[in-house]
């Protein structure tokens, strides 16, 4: 008994003195809190504040009777979603899009930083880096437009092909074309914006150790695997976890500006599927509980990636 009251003890000084520490330090940088004050505002507002909305998922939900007014049917939505006919469908162009982006789309912009990183001639690097950004400034609108235009059948793409002998077809038109489309576009969008994250941790790499390796008579290659890769691991682990955590969240923004009804077997994602559902069929009770689902999966494979890199690594979000 000695010993728990001993334990208490110790927990409730140890609090008092953490609360003592935050109040001396809101006092001491009390202008830092101040400038900190509107993100929070903005989070707590925008973010968390209409979280409460998302119980309209266990309700018939009436824009006339309002959220508290319309009639409570607990896991009917989610039931209705779990057995129909699109679940399977949606659930596996989620999942396949997003790990071919993760398998494909992940690494392009450690390469290029890892390539770049290598290159001593400045101007070149800075050309490169230039061209590689500007594809993630574009508007999406025109991204896609680009995309259609190039894979239409008088496209860029189609032309190189008829060239060599090939015959002309529409991409967007072929279910099979449309993930290749849509993950090697994304690569294209954003491999540039990507690198920026790698060559700012590329530079905290002590360069001691680059010059302890050349004098042990390691080459490029050698210090790129022993030095370079091992130096900006932490920041790879950190962003595959965050990817990891969002495997789910296909952006249906260029999903919707890209498919039709003839992809629909392969394009069409939980995101597009609550778009179509809660904006064009006005079902919003049902869109929610997917999106809902869609939301707690994403959550448990957050928790999931960075419990497992925790174990392995030692290297974790928390």
């Given at each position: ?14 609090k ?41 998922a ?7 009777l309002g959220?508290?007014g ?61 061209v ?27 032309d ?8 002309r ?10 993930r ?14 990507g ?39 932490p ?84």
């Amino acid at each position: 008994m000695t010993a728990i009251n001993q334990e208490a003890a110790s927990v409730f000084v140890e609090k008092k003195r953490t609360k003592a520490g935050l109040l001396l330090d809101i006092r001491k940088n009390k202008l830092l809190y101040v400038m900190l004050l509107p993100v929070l505002l903005y989070y707590v507002i925008f973010h968390y504040a209409p979280m409460y909305g998302a119980i309209i998922a266990f309700k018939d939900f009436s824009p006339r009777l309002g959220i508290w007014g319309s009639d409570w049917v607990g896991f009917d939505n989610f039931r209705t979603f779990f057995t129909g006919a699109y679940f399977w469908r949606t659930i596996k162009n989620t999942i396949l899009i997003s790990f071919y982006e993760l398998i494909f789309g992940f690494p392009a912009p450690i390469i290029l930083a890892l390539l770049l990183n290598e290159v001593k001639h400045s101007i070149f690097k800075r050309t490169v880096q230039t061209v590689t950004y500007m594809p993630h400034f574009i508007s999406l609108v025109v991204i896609c437009g680009i995309i259609k235009d190039f894979t239409s059948s008088n496209g860029v793409i189609n032309d190189l092909i008829a060239w060599m002998g090939g015959e002309r077809f529409t991409f967007l038109l072929e279910p099979e074309m449309f993930r290749p489309v849509y993950v090697t576009s994304g690569i294209w969008q954003n491999i540039g914006w990507g690198t920026i994250i790698y060559l700012a941790a590329l530079t905290g790499i002590d360069p001691e150790q680059y010059e302890a390796a050349r004098i042990d008579g390691a080459g490029r290659w050698k210090q790129m695997i022993h030095i370079t890769i091992p130096g900006i691991m932490p920041t790879i682990v950190i962003l595959l976890i965050l990817e990891i955590g969002r495997m789910m969240n296909v952006g249906f923004e260029k999903i919707i500006l890209l498919y039709n009804p003839s992809t629909y077997e392969t394009a069409d994602v939980v995101s597009s599927y609550v778009y179509r559902v809660g904006l064009q069929d006005f079902n919003y009770s049902f869109s929610s509980a997917v999106g809902l689902f869609n939301s707690a999966v994403n959550f448990t494979l957050l928790i999931f990636s960075n419990w497992l890199s925790r174990k392995l690594n030692d290297t974790s979000l928390w």
